[in-house]
């Protein structure tokens, strides 16, 4: 990333775009910044991590939705950006379940429109936000990019899959260099009101119960938000190149003979449901009344993440373990929330 055109950043006032973003304003590129600001979670959470943003001089935002094609055409065409971060997306797992048209609208018309304006704009590298969640009802650990994953869970699972086959067909089509990253479970200071970990701190805090789901056995590959950046950038400057041992008779799905790959980011060791809640009441210094239930419907009982792909293409793992990251996320909650 040497030119002098901008980089843009879809979800710019989401979790992870907030940090990207301030990474990238920090190092001096210029950064476009796409939000909607929809009531998913607490708009004024968005707000403030936006406000942030907006110190910087070099920070541009666009407020628009992924949907408004014309909109998004025009922004591609004006700003000719050099490379494209897509982290706009409807998530959740269980809000899938009973809102399925929202995850339609932005996360396949929308990323229809992202891949569009790169094609149009010539962009130079398309990296984009999929997700640990598209393994589904796979018990194959660790999970790795060169295994089928289709056998989604949520339909927000599926979204994300469907998500690295569309751009596939652009890379293969039309060149356009495309990078998949599937994330697991990302949390960290600014997260999302939606995760365990936020919602855990806040009920704890206030003296409530906590729901405890498949009886705390549950396991998470937990990703710091500051490896997820590191990992992200990394990749951002190696645009995704064709396999020259890509076999159609064998075909590797994390690979082509497109410019197109996919890495998962996550912290390579997965950690029991229960002791993330005991690293917590430690980082707060209270303990918390647990109501242990079953497993929820769409929800699966692990994930471990294989990312030897990602290390392979550029030198880097995540290594920040939760004993550092939670109380990082306490002492940002805390001040946030004056908790």
Request: hydrophobic fraction near 40%.
């Amino acid at each position: 990333m040497t030119s002098s055109r901008p980089i843009l950043i879809t979800g710019a006032a989401g979790f992870i775009g907030f940090h990207l973003c301030l990474r990238l304003l920090a190092e001096g590129r210029q950064v476009i910044g796409l939000d909607s600001m929809n009531e998913y979670y607490d708009v004024s959470l968005k707000q403030a991590r936006l406000e942030r943003l907006k110190a910087f001089s070099n920070f541009c935002f666009e407020h628009a939705d992924l949907t408004e094609r014309d909109r998004i055409s025009e922004l591609f065409l004006s700003a000719a950006p050099e490379v494209v971060v897509n982290l706009a997306a409807q998530a959740g797992v269980r809000y899938s379940i009973s809102n399925p048209h929202a995850y339609v609208e932005s996360n396949l018309s929308g990323f229809v429109n992202i891949l569009e304006g790169c094609r149009q704009a010539s962009v130079g590298h398309l990296v984009y936000a999929s997700s640990s969640s598209i393994y589904g009802g796979s018990t194959r650990m660790p999970f790795s990019v060169h295994d089928p994953a289709d056998h989604p869970l949520s339909l927000y699972a599926a979204s994300k899959k469907a998500n690295e086959l569309m751009a596939h067909t652009y890379s293969h089509l039309f060149r356009l260099p495309t990078t998949g990253l599937r994330f697991f479970t990302v949390y960290g200071p600014w997260g999302r009101p939606d995760m365990a970990l936020f919602i855990f701190a806040k009920a704890i805090l206030a003296g409530e119960p906590i729901e405890v789901f498949n009886y705390g056995n549950m396991q998470r590959d937990f990703t710091y938000i500051d490896d997820i950046v590191e990992g992200i950038i990394r990749v951002m400057q190696q645009p995704a190149t064709p396999n020259p041992e890509w076999k159609s008779v064998a075909p590797d799905p994390a690979t082509s003979n497109a410019p197109f790959r996919i890495h998962n980011i996550g912290g390579n060791s997965p950690v029991q449901l229960n002791r993330l809640i005991e690293v917590l009441e430690d980082a707060l210094g209270r303990k918390a009344n647990r109501n242990l239930r079953p497993l929820q419907p769409g929800d699966v009982p692990a994930t471990f993440a294989n990312v030897s792909s990602l290390e392979e293409a550029t030198g880097f793992k995540p290594k920040i373990p939760i004993e550092m990251g939670v109380p990082r996320f306490v002492e940002w909650y805390r001040e946030f929330y004056r908790a």
